[in-house]
């Protein structure tokens, strides 16, 4: 159980288009979503958190105008890349918190994107 | 400040070895996670320890939470390449409804045959 899937997995776009990337758990629901930025060799950077049905809270530093993020169900969260540039190649991860398996504040993750903007 | 510390950052050991990667932190907490991340893969979750004492194992791996030091170790025993990643610790400082992990920087493990 507390399967979460990533779509796509690996995505390639020229600079200045837009991104998305779903966020799914498959066999749980998650009222609370998470999405991290890692660059290589570095640990994870806690970018939103995300809520069903109400609005992302935004670590500082983070351009909410530039990472748009939707909660519209309890099992699927997206994540916008807008007007991309080579500065937002990173890998994405996002995971998802359930309380329905007991383990309280766990969190799960889902495989990540690598997104790579030429 | 909140810290999350591992140590070491980075270590190389041979097949068959025993070794302890440690994870101290700053602030009071009786939650914390350990994860594995396989190179260009995702964190997968190896260990959750919700008490002081907590002690947990799987396979060569356990792990333990002593939440008066604000130390959690992980420990390998008798080390096999398959072991080879990077080990996170993340601290839960929750409190009511502000849900915050504070994470580690990770300690790349690199196992020779």
């Known amino acids: 159980g507390a399967v979460v899937s990533q779509h796509p997995s690996w995505v390639i776009c020229k600079s200045g288009t837009s991104v998305k990337i779903e966020c799914r758990s498959l066999d749980f629901q998650a009222t609370t979503m998470f999405w991290y930025r890692q660059f290589p060799k570095q640990s994870l950077m806690l970018m939103a958190t995300s809520n069903e049905g109400s609005k992302a809270t935004y670590e500082q530093g983070v351009e909410k105008d530039k990472f748009l993020i939707n909660h519209a169900s309890l099992t699927l969260s997206t994540l916008t890349v807008t007007s991309a540039h080579p500065e937002d190649s990173s890998f994405y991860i996002c995971?998802?918190?359930?309380?329905?398996?007991?383990?309280?504040?766990?969190?799960?993750f889902g495989p990540g994107t690598r997104l790579t903007v030429l | 400040e909140l810290k999350v510390e591992q140590n070491p950052l980075f270590l190389s050991m041979q097949e068959g070895k025993n070794y302890t990667i440690y994870c101290n932190y700053s602030t009071t907490s009786d939650r914390l996670y350990w994860y594995r991340q396989d190179p260009g893969k995702s964190l997968e979750s190896l260990f959750v320890?919700?008490?002081n004492g907590a002690v947990k194992q799987e396979g060569r791996l356990m792990a333990s939470l002593d939440t008066k030091a604000r130390l959690s170790t992980l420990h390998i025993t008798a080390a096999v390449h398959d072991l080879s990643a990077t080990y996170f610790c993340?601290?839960?400082?929750?409190?009511?409804?502000?849900?915050?992990?504070?994470w580690g920087a990770g300690t790349k493990l690199i196992i020779k045959p």
């Open positions: 993340a601290v839960d400082i929750s409190m009511d409804s502000n849900y915050q992990l504070i």
């Open positions: 320890l919700l008490s």
């Open positions: 995971s998802a918190r359930a309380f329905e398996v007991g383990t309280y504040n766990e969190q799960f």
